[in-house]
């Protein structure tokens, strides 16, 4: 589905920038899922120390916040083009660094990054490649880029198509490229990024890439 940046910006203003924090206390799906989601990283993160760290589509924080819990010892920077989200993010989780802007045009120097981690994001843009250099271009050349989102798996297409139409409807159509997990690696390649590693959470209905220059 082709978007402008006109209808997207209709979409994100219909989200509540604490969206995933309520969510996760108040729907035992959405904890479930999002508790499913950190448990993964927690896994593929144990062990490894990483000076910089950047969350690629923060929106309202909740994300960047389990990072800096994963990872104390890190600066860790949250970037979304949602200000509404990144003036709530800003506020509530003081010690991390939020900036405003738009992944196809990250003003970040290069090579910045240990880890750049972006979950759940690169269906919603209007361009992935372009954000996939993107990130590339902020990662470090010994970094690290953890790419993850839907897996296109039929349960989830079910779940989803459900959960728009219920209590998930500021999310209806947010979603441009419904990729399965060979579309978005033969794109991850085409991108010069090589597959170190690609696992499954949640299921079988997320797609995790841990990806390398």
Known sequence: MRKDSSSLIKIWNQVPPDYYEKGVQNNFLQRLWHNQKISTLKKILNGKEFKTVCDA???????????????????????????????????????????CCDLHQIPIKSKFFDLVVCYETIEHVITPQKVLQGLKQITKNDGTII???????????????????????????????????????????????????????????????????
């Open 57 to 99: 589509g923060c929106a309202g924080g909740y994300m960047t916040g389990q990072l800096a819990g994963i990872l104390p010892k890190s600066k860790i920077f949250g970037l979304d083009v949602y200000q509404t989200a990144i003036n709530h993010a800003s506020k509530k989780y003081k010690k991390i660094k939020f900036i």
């Open 147 to 213: 790419l993850a989102m839907d897996s296109g798996h039929p349960l989830f297409r079910i779940a989803w198509f459900i959960w728009e139409r219920t209590k998930g409807s500021v999310w209806r159509n947010a979603h441009l490229h419904p990729f399965n997990p060979r579309q978005l690696e033969t794109i991850i390649k085409k991108e010069g990024l090589k597959v170190e590693k690609k696992l499954f959470s949640n299921f079988g209905m997320e797609v995790v890439f841990i990806l390398k220059k």
